[in-house]
C-alpha cells in the first residue's frame, strides 16, 4: 500500500498535514513488525539482538502516532465548534 502525500492547500484542513505524518508512521510499523516477526522466525542471535532495538523503534513509532491523533482530534473539536 502506497501512501499519496497532499500538499496542504489554503482551503485545505489544517489537520491534513498531520494525518499524512500518522499514515507514514503507520507505514513505517508494518515494516518493521515483518522484519521483527522475520527475525523471531529465524531465531538467529543477531536478528534477536537487532528485535531489541527494532521494537523499541516501533514504540516510539506507536506513541508518536497516539500524540498525532490526539492532535488531529483538537483540531477536529475545533473545526466543529467554529461551524
Known amino acids: 500500500m502506497t501512501t499519496v502525500a497532499v500538499a496542504p492547500t489554503a482551503n485545505s484542513w489544517p489537520g491534513l498535514e498531520k494525518f499524512n505524518l500518522v499514515q507514514d508512521y503507520l507505514e513505517k510499523n508494518k515494516l518493521l513488525i515483518t522484519e521483527i516477526n522475520n527475525n523471531h522466525e529465524i531465531r538467529s ?4 539482538a537487532r528485535n531489541v532495538h527494532l521494537i523499541r523503534e516501533l514504540n516510539s513509532n506507536v506513541a508518536k502516532v497516539v500524540a498525532l ?15
Open 45 to 48: 542471535s543477531e536478528g534477536l
Open 69 to 83: 491523533y490526539k492532535e488531529l482530534s483538537g483540531s477536529l473539536e475545533q473545526q466543529q465548534s467554529a461551524v
